[in-house]
């Protein structure tokens, strides 16, 4: 069974750009979560969607938003970038439940010029 | 609120040794708790998972943790450590709602010849 997979791997912009990360979860799996992960900060959550709906999120400004398709498929944008949005922003995707594990995928590093 | 505590930020074990990774929690209800491992520049893959029944799990690698409630801990531990056991290793805790997890800030392990 493939794992979760984002693309793509390394993305750079200048800042006040916008982005889009794209993550697929692994088959079967309707949860998907985003986190962003800094040296300062560890891992935080961003946002959990589950059938197409945002079930859960985290404290991060409005700028990052995120959406998911009928396929489980998912996306997350954030728009005007700053340099301290450069991390590295992992998906995770779970089995249909709750506080089910989440596999990870290899996470997308952003670099904000 | 939830929230998960690594002590210890940077770990040294000679190969062989025995490991044990600190984890305390905070949660108001039975808590869903985790370990993950991370190498450089990779996700993170799930160790062990403990959502209830026998306090101590035992998960990929050789890696074993027990859930303490009276002392809101989460300890891992390895009786012999391996050089390939270098790596980041994180705890976290299920929010109670969704797939939402909190993550301590890591506990970074080298293992020395």
């Known amino acids: 069974k493939a794992g979760v997979t984002q693309t793509p791997r390394y993305l750079i912009k200048t800042r006040g750009q916008q ?57 997350m944008n954030v728009s005007t970038l700053e340099l301290g949005d450069s991390a590295l922003y992992l998906c995770a995707s779970s089995p249909v439940g709750e506080n089910t594990e989440a596999f990870f995928g290899q996470g997308t590093r952003l670099t904000v010029v | 609120a939830q929230s998960v505590t690594q002590p210890d930020i940077h770990i040294t074990v000679s190969e062989g040794a025995s490991l044990e990774l600190r984890c305390n929690y905070s949660y108001g209800a039975t808590p869903y708790l985790f370990w993950y491992v991370q190498s450089p ?3 993170l893959q799930l160790l062990l998972k403990y959502f209830s029944g026998d306090t101590l799990v035992q998960g990929i690698k050789g890696f074993e943790a027990e859930f303490k ?6 300890n891992l531990r390895k009786p012999s450590v391996h ?20 993550f301590g800030t890591g506990t970074s392990l080298t293992v020395i010849p």
């Open chain 1, 19 to 75: 982005v889009t990360l794209s993550c697929s979860p692994i088959s079967g799996h309707r949860s998907v979560s985003w986190y962003q992960q800094t040296p300062g900060q560890g891992l935080q959550f961003l946002f959990e969607y589950f059938s197409e709906t945002q079930r859960n999120k985290g404290n991060f400004p409005g700028r990052f938003s995120g959406r998911q398709f009928s396929n489980s498929r998912s996306e």
């Open chain 2, 41 to 43: 520049g990779q996700g």
């Open chain 2, 69 to 74: 409630r009276s002392q809101s801990s989460f």
């Open chain 2, 83 to 102: 050089w390939s056991d270098a790596a980041e290793y994180f705890c976290a805790v299920g929010a109670g709602t969704g797939n939402q997890f909190y």
